[in-house]
């Protein structure tokens, strides 16, 4: 058994598409109409096909995006949340900062999925010793193993 990738049902392929293209980043690898993959492995398939692979309408189910989230991680967090200002998206919360300090956003894709984009955690590690933390107030602080913040520092 080999886990392939993640498949979102969408209503509107060609907005989809654009959505994750415009505001990810994300490029068509494959394209089979019904079913498109994306740089990252991340499937879209159509309602309409996904339903008669199911048997059943999608409202059946009760569908919504609202149950799980797809999580990306941005090197240049700055600059995205910069980019993300000038689009029309509908957010879940705006940027906050967790406990252990990463800096994340929540939005919802076209059909209600919800989308999270943190920092990268390793780029947290080395923000926090870059303002002059030392590695063991660090580790405290993003309650993460030593040997995790050492690693950073190479």
Same mark, same amino acid.
């Given at each position: 058994?080999?886990? *392939?990738?993640?498949?979102?049902?969408?209503?509107?392929?060609?907005?989809?598409?654009?959505?994750?293209?415009?505001?990810?980043?994300?490029?068509?690898?494959?394209?089979?109409?019904?079913?498109?993959?994306?740089?990252?492995?991340?499937?879209?398939?159509?309602?309409?096909?996904?339903?008669?692979?199911?048997?059943?309408?999608?409202?059946?189910?009760?569908?919504?995006?609202?149950?799980?989230?797809?999580?990306?991680?941005?090197?240049?967090?700055?600059?995205?949340?910069?980019?993300?200002?000038?689009?029309?998206?509908?957010?879940?919360?705006?940027?906050?900062?967790?406990?252990?300090?990463?800096?994340?956003?929540?939005?919802?894709?076209?059909?209600?999925?919800?989308?999270?984009?943190?920092?990268?955690?390793?780029?947290?590690?080395?923000?926090?010793?870059?303002?002059?933390?030392?590695?063991?107030?660090?580790?405290?602080?993003?309650?993460?193993?030593? *040997?995790?913040? *050492?690693?950073?520092?190479?």
């Amino acid at each position: 058994m080999k886990f *392939k990738n993640p498949l979102l049902v969408v209503t509107d392929m060609e907005r989809s598409v654009k959505f994750y293209k415009d505001v990810l980043g994300l490029r068509k690898t494959v394209d089979f109409g019904a079913n498109v993959t994306l740089t990252g492995g991340l499937s879209l398939q159509t309602a309409e096909s996904w339903a008669q692979f199911i048997d059943r309408e999608c409202g059946e189910l009760g569908w919504c995006g609202k149950v799980s989230e797809i999580y990306f991680e941005e090197d240049d967090f700055d600059t995205f949340a910069e980019k993300l200002s000038g689009l029309d998206i509908h957010y879940v919360h705006p940027i906050k900062e967790h406990a252990w300090g990463q800096r994340v956003v929540r939005f919802f894709d076209p059909d209600g999925h919800i989308i999270e984009v943190g920092e990268n955690i390793k780029t947290v590690c080395r923000r926090f010793l870059d303002s002059g933390m030392s590695p063991e107030q660090v580790a405290e602080r993003m309650d993460v193993p030593l *040997k995790f913040v *050492k690693d950073c520092m190479r």
